[in-house]
């Protein structure tokens, strides 16, 4: 099981950024996706999740974030998309993607994390 | 919100001796989904335990975890160097997932 994170970079406040989160070595479409920051030299955040397709492959958010980011999927391509809007300094951070161990509609623990990728928001 | 709140901020302790870690809940964690990773500088987390007191694979039998409701622990016996790490709790028992602010342990 592998998760690639990528797209992350210096973006200034109010712009928008996508990251992305391949992933290899199980059923992607069978899996729950969660995204999870960590600010510099802060605690982990929930930030997300995705539920699989049949569980409606809708998405959660942490308060946050609602209404600024948007989790998305592309189940043939393996990938998990997070689209940050309206980006804050605050939103400055390392961001995981991680493979939900329950199925289902609830959100979850996770068994496999991605490296991360770096997001830093300045002017 | 369900907020996680981790006791004690840092532990400094020998190796051999045993760490209890908190985390209490502002409210009751539906199901005891309650998850413990363990974070290395560097590296992604790993996870350790989830619902409350299950080992994930590959995982020592040195850590173990309690605990239902809101109160919750980790325990970790006879430490080793290789322990050194900061310690989260999450709660997945609501939609909205929630970790602690973390616990370092420093042997």
């Known amino acids: 099981v592998q998760l690639v994170e990528s797209g992350g970079g210096f973006i200034q406040p109010g712009r928008s950024l996508r990251l992305s989160c391949k992933a290899s070595g199980f059923i992607f479409g069978d899996y729950a996706l969660s995204w999870v920051r960590q600010a510099p030299g802060k605690g982990l955040e929930w930030v997300g999740f995705i539920r699989s397709k049949t569980y409606g492959g809708t998405p959660e958010y942490a308060a946050s974030v609602k209404g600024r980011f948007i989790i998305s999927r592309d189940d043939s391509g393996e990938i998990a998309y997070l689209q940050m809007n309206s980006l804050k300094t605050e939103d400055t951070a390392m961001y995981y993607c991680a493979r939900n161990v329950l199925t289902g509609y609830e959100s979850s623990h996770f068994d496999y994390w991605g490296q991360g990728g770096l997001v830093t928001v300045s002017s | ?107």
């Open chain 2, 1 to 107: 919100e369900n907020v996680l709140t981790q006791s004690p901020g840092t532990l400094s302790l020998s190796p051999g001796e045993r760490a209890t870690l908190s985390c209490r809940a502002s409210q009751s964690v539906n199901n005891n989904y309650l998850a413990w990773y363990q974070e290395k500088f560097g590296q992604a987390p790993r996870l350790l335990i989830y619902g409350a007191h299950s080992r994930a694979t590959g995982i020592s039998e040195r850590f173990s975890g309690s605990g239902s409701g809101t109160d919750f622990s980790l325990t970790i016996s006879r430490l080793e160097p290789e322990d050194s790490a900061v310690y989260y709790c999450q709660q997945y028992g609501s939609p909205q997932s929630t970790f602690g602010q973390g616990t370092r342990v420093d042997i």
